[in-house]
């Protein structure tokens, strides 16, 4: 009976013999060593893994009541809990507070603005209500007006106007949301939205501070948003005419001289509208032209009676001499 079996093992380790050597296997010795192995049973190890690879990826086997699952060392590794770790580090509560508000101030004063408004912003729902509440907004809207995230800043110091409004740092902290505003306006060819808010702005803190030694600074900030909004609109009375459109030239330039009529561009729109209406005049039908040329004469008159010195006027005379050229040969015609 031993011996049929051993007949039968070693006709099967003939038949992998003879396998092996068509795949040209170089390491045979090794080979006939594992088919004993598992003809005859399993190897004995006095050691754990004695005959298999040692790297990261040697397979033990573990049983559990249900079936046999294979687990390699890696999944081992991930499948141990990992110990949470203790301490209150990176937390801002009330117990750290004292020592987070320390370490804002300390990025303030190194002038790391904004590591010091992040840690203010987690400071700030934890103080409300205490004697710093007003310290921390304060510094947390000056840590973004420092640098220069101009909109962020406005918002905290309009909010710290509206929570603070009797402290010592209310005025200062209205005069840089102004600031802010005024920083955060955009080129006079964008939209002005925001200028017109700026704007906003510095009347409120003139209303509510008329005897504040910074109402001059005000000032100056409302005359450089206005002049904005003015030179936006001489541009769009300029584009007008360049692009033909007479008569919308003629009405935005007349706005323009009823709201802006301080401005710098005011001489230079009247000069616009002179030409504007000349050219307007010589494209009219003929019932039409007589009264439009004397829009042109009309408009020369305002130019030199408000801006006598204005480099435009000689030009413009000349555009109203002829005008007036144009005007007598219509009264002749009419004769």
Known sequence: MCNNYLKIRLARINVYIRTMKKIRIIDFNLLIFLILCFSFGKASATTEGEFLPKDNHVCFFEVDETNETTVTSAERKTKEKKPRRSGRRGKVNFETFREYYEKAMNLYNKKAWLSAARIFEQLYPLSIGTPLGDTILFYFADSYFQNRD??????????????????????????????????SSPEYYLDQFITLMAIDEVNLFIQNYPYSKHIEECNEILDALRDKLAKKEMEMVRMYYRTGNYEAAQIMARNFLKTYSYSKYAPEVLFILVRNNFDFARRSVEHRKYHRFKDVLDAFETLQARYPESRFIADAKKIADEAANQIKKLDERKK
Not at 152 to 177: K, S, W
């Open 150 to 183: 101009y909109q962020m800043a406005a918002f905290h110091f309009r909010d710290y106007v509206r929570r603070y409004p009797g402290t010592e740092r209310t005025e200062l902290a209205a005069l840089n949301a102004v600031k802010a505003m005024y920083f």
